[in-house]
C-alpha cells in the first residue's frame, strides 16, 4: 500500500456480527486523498438511492485522511459519512481531537457499518483486531459517562467516539462525539449510528505511518509550523477562540439574531470573545498536532452553574444558543453547549431549532397548548437551557423540536416556512448573506445543505480573512451580488475539499498554500503529486457529493435559501433594507453551474465533466433515466 495510508479497511456488519477487512484500493485513495472523499467513494458503491438513512440499508463510515495521525500540522481529523436522516441527501461531518489519529493507530484507515445490531453493541479496536461488544450497559449514559465506563472497561487508555441520548434517541441532527467534547456535528450521523444501535467505537494502538519521505515531510511541517507561530490567527484564535470574530460579524450586520429577524444583537458585549475571556475561560485546547489551541476550555464561575466545566462555546455555538434565541447569557450559553456535548447534539441545529419555535411562539403558531404549556419566549436562557436535554430525550416539545426546522414547519405549517432557517433541511449557521451576497451562494451551493464549512466563503466575507490556499480569495463589496465571485466560493470549496479528506483543519487554509500542500502529499505518499492534481482532486470530490445528491433527487430548484433571507429586509446595521432576491440567486448560481461543468437547466454534473474528472461510473446513474 501507498505510504501515509494503514492499507486496511474494517468492514462491520451489525446484523449478522460478522467482521472482515479489505486492502485499500490505491486508487480510489489516490482520487480522493481519503476521509470524506474516500467515504463518499464507498457510500455511492454500497447504497442505493432512496433508502431510509435510519434503515438498515444505510451506511455509516468513518475515514481518515491520508495525512491524519502524521506529525504535520492539525492533521486530527476524521469524517463520517451516511445519507443523512436530517437532509436525505449527503451526510457529511468532520471531527478533530485525538479519536483520528487513534483509529489509524489502532490499525484501520476507516471503518465501514452495514445493518443493524439487534442489541446496543460498541466495536473495540486493538492493535489491528476488532471486536464487537455488548453495550446494553452503555446505552442511555451520557458522552462523558460512556467515555469513563468504556476507559475503566478495557482496562488501557483507549480513545472514543460515541453517541449520547441524542444520537440513541434519534434525534435528526444528533452528533458523534469524541474526546468527550469534540463533536462530528452536523448531518445528524449521530441519529444514524444511535439507528444501528451502535453505542461507541473504542481504540488503541501504536501502529506507525510510514511515510516515503519522512525528513522532507518533516522540512515542510517544520516550515509550516514557524510561519504559523508568526501568524494573526493563531495569536488571536489562541487568545480568544472562534468567537473572537463574533463583534466583526455583528458590526457587519450578519449576526442571526431572534431566528435571523434581525443582524445586529444588543448584548454582543455579554457574548463576545471578550466576555468569554472574562467570565469562563480556562485555557485553550488544541486538536492532535495543531499548532493553534482555538478549542476554549471552560468554567462556570458564578450562578446556578457554577462549577460546571467542560469546552465551548465556540462562534457558531455562542450564536446559535444564544444571539439567535435573543440570550446574552453567557453562562447559560456556556451550560447549554455543556448539555449539547453530554447528550450528542449539534449546537448549531439545536439552538437554530429552539429560535425558530420561538419565533413560531411569539406568532402564535405554537401557543401553551402544543408546547405543554411552555411560554417559548425569546431571551429565556434558562428555558435554552432546558431545552437542550428535552430534545435529546424527546420528552414534552423536545419530541418537536428534535426533528429539526423542515419537519417542525411542516406540521406546523401557518406560514412557519416563511422565516424556517435551513438549506435542504440543515439548519444555517451564524452569517446572514443579506450582509454578505455570496454567502447565499455558498449555502445553497454546499454539498450538505445550510452549511458555511464547505468554501468557508464567510471567512474573506465577514472578516476580510485571506486564505493562502487559493490564489485570490478578495471580496470587494460583500454588500453587492457580483456572480464572477462565483469562481472564488468553487477555488474555495475544492481547496477545502483536499485539506478536508487528507485529514487536516480547514482553518490552515489561512495559513498554507496549495504547493506546500502538494509538497506534503508528495513526501509523505510518494506520489507525483502536483497542483494540477490538487485542484482536479477537489473539484472531484465536490462533484462526487452533488453527484450523490442529485442521484437521491436533488435538482438546481433544491439550492434555494429561506425566504426570509429573499423577501425581508434586514431591519438594521449596514446591511439595512437588504435582501438576497431571488433573481440575483439565481443569476449567481447560473454562473456557479457554469464554472463548474456541471449542467444550468438541471444542477447536474454533465456526462463531460464526470469523464474528466474520472467519474464515468456515475453518468449511467445520473444520465440514463434523467427526464427533465
Ligand atoms: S485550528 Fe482549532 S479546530 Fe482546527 S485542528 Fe487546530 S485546534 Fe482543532
Redesign the pocket.
Known amino acids: 500500500m501507498s505510504n501515509a495510508f494503514i492499507g486496511q479497511i474494517l468492514h462491520v456488519n451489525l446484523t449478522s456480527g460478522a467482521i472482515s477487512t479489505e486492502n485499500l484500493n490505491p486508487q480510489w485513495a489516490r482520487q480522493t486523498l481519503g476521509g470524506a472523499g474516500l467515504a463518499t467513494r464507498y457510500l455511492l458503491e454500497l447504497t442505493s438511492p432512496g433508502i431510509d438513512p435510519l434503515g438498515a440499508e444505510n451506511v455509516l463510515i468513518f475515514m481518515t485522511g491520508a495525512l491524519t495521525g502524521t506529525p504535520s500540522?492539525?492533521a486530527?481529523?476524521y469524517s463520517v459519512v451516511a445519507k443523512s436522516p436530517q437532509t436525505g441527501y449527503w451526510g457529511q461531518s468532520n471531527s478533530?481531537?485525538y479519536f483520528g489519529p487513534a483509529l489509524k493507530w489502532s490499525g484501520f484507515d476507516g471503518v465501514i457499518f452495514e445493518g443493524v445490531s439487534p442489541e446496543p453493541v460498541y466495536l473495540l479496536i486493538l492493535d489491528g483486531k476488532a471486536e464487537l461488544r455488548k453495550a446494553s450497559h452503555l446505552w442511555g449514559l451520557t458522552v462523558p459517562e460512556c467515555d469513563d465506563r468504556l476507559q475503566s472497561e478495557v482496562g488501557r487508555p483507549v480513545t472514543v467516539a460515541c453517541i449520547g441520548p441524542g444520537g440513541e434517541n434519534l434525534v435528526r441532527y444528533a452528533a458523534i462525539m469524541n474526546n468527550k467534547n469534540?463533536a462530528a456535528g452536523r448531518t445528524g450521523m449521530g441519529a444514524v449510528m444511535g439507528s444501528k444501535r451502535l453505542k461507541a467505537i473504542a481504540c488503541g494502538g501504536n501502529r506507525h505511518i510510514s511515510l516515503h519521505n519522512a525528513e522532507a515531510f518533516m522540512r515542510v511541517t517544520q516550515r509550516q509550523r514557524e510561519f504559523m507561530d508568526e501568524s494573526i490567527l493563531k495569536i488571536g484564535?489562541d487568545a480568544f477562540?472562534?468567537n473572537m470574530i463574533a463583534d466583526m460579524v455583528n458590526v457587519r450586520g450578519g449576526y442571526p439574531t431572534n431566528n435571523w429577524q434581525s443582524g445586529t444583537f444588543e448584548g454582543i458585549e455579554n457574548v463576545n470573545a471578550q466576555a468569554m475571556t472574562d467570565q469562563v475561560l480556562v485555557e485553550?485546547?488544541?486538536?492532535?498536532?495543531?499548532?493553534?489551541?482555538?478549542?476554549r476550555g471552560t468554567e462556570i464561575r458564578s450562578g446556578k452553574w457554577k462549577g460546571a466545566h467542560g469546552e465551548g462555546p465556540e462562534y457558531e455555538t455562542a450564536d446559535t444558543l444564544g444571539a439567535m434565541c435573543g440570550v446574552d447569557d453567557l453562562n447559560a450559553i456556556t451550560m447549554a453547549n455543556y448539555r449539547c456535548n453530554e447528550f450528542g447534539l449539534d449546537t448549531i441545529s439545536t439552538g437554530a431549532a429552539i429560535a425558530f419555535a420561538m419565533e413560531c411562539y411569539q406568532k402564535g403558531i405554537l401557543n401553551h397548548d402544543n408546547t405543554g404549556g411552555i411560554a417559548l419566549e425569546f431571551g429565556d436562557a434558562d428555558l435554552v437551557v432546558d431545552l437542550v436535554e428535552k430534545i435529546a430525550k424527546r420528552e414534552g416539545i423536545g419530541d418537536l423540536l428534535a426533528e429539526g426546522t423542515l419537519r417542525i414547519a411542516e406540521r406546523l405549517g401557518s406560514g412557519s416556512e416563511h422565516f424556517a432557517m435551513h438549506v435542504k433541511g440543515l439548519e444555517l449557521p451564524a452569517y446572514d448573506p443579506r450582509a454578505a451576497k455570496i454567502t447565499g451562494l455558498g449555502y445553497v451551493t454546499a454539498s450538505r445543505g445550510g452549511d458555511h464549512m464547505n468554501g468557508y466563503i464567510q471567512g474573506p466575507t465577514f472578516i476580510d480573512m485571506p486564505f493562502l490556499i487559493v490564489e485570490d480569495s478578495t471580496i470587494r463589496n460583500p454588500f453587492v451580488v457580483d456572480p464572477q465571485e462565483a469562481r472564488i466560493l468553487i477555488d474555495m470549496e475544492n481547496a477545502l475539499n483536499v485539506l478536508d479528506a487528507l485529514g487536516?483543519?480547514?482553518?490552515?487554509g489561512v495559513l498554507v498554500s496549495a504547493d506546500e500542500i502538494v509538497d506534503l502529499v508528495q513526501a509523505a505518499t510518494g506520489w507525483d503529486f502536483s497542483l494540477d492534481e490538487f485542484h482536479k482532486c477537489g473539484d472531484r470530490l465536490q462533484t462526487m457529493a452533488r453527484a450523490y445528491n442529485a442521484r437521491e433527487g436533488m435538482r438546481r430548484e433544491q439550492d434555494i435559501l429561506p425566504e426570509r433571507l429573499m423577501s425581508d429586509p434586514l431591519p438594521d446595521g449596514p446591511g439595512e433594507g437588504m435582501v438576497l432576491d431571488r433573481a440575483s440567486l439565481e443569476r449567481m448560481k447560473d454562473t456557479y453551474y457554469e464554472m463548474r461543468g456541471w449542467d444550468v437547466v438541471s444542477g447536474l454534473p454533465t456526462p463531460t465533466k464526470l469523464h474528466e474528472l474520472d467519474l464515468d461510473y456515475l453518468i449511467p446513474q445520473l444520465w440514463d433515466n434523467y427526464s427533465g
Request: glycine share 22%; aromatic share 12%.
Open positions: 500540522a492539525s486530527s481529523r478533530g481531537g469534540r484564535f477562540g472562534t485553550g485546547v488544541r486538536c492532535f498536532a495543531c499548532p493553534v489551541a482555538c478549542g487536516g483543519c480547514k482553518f490552515m
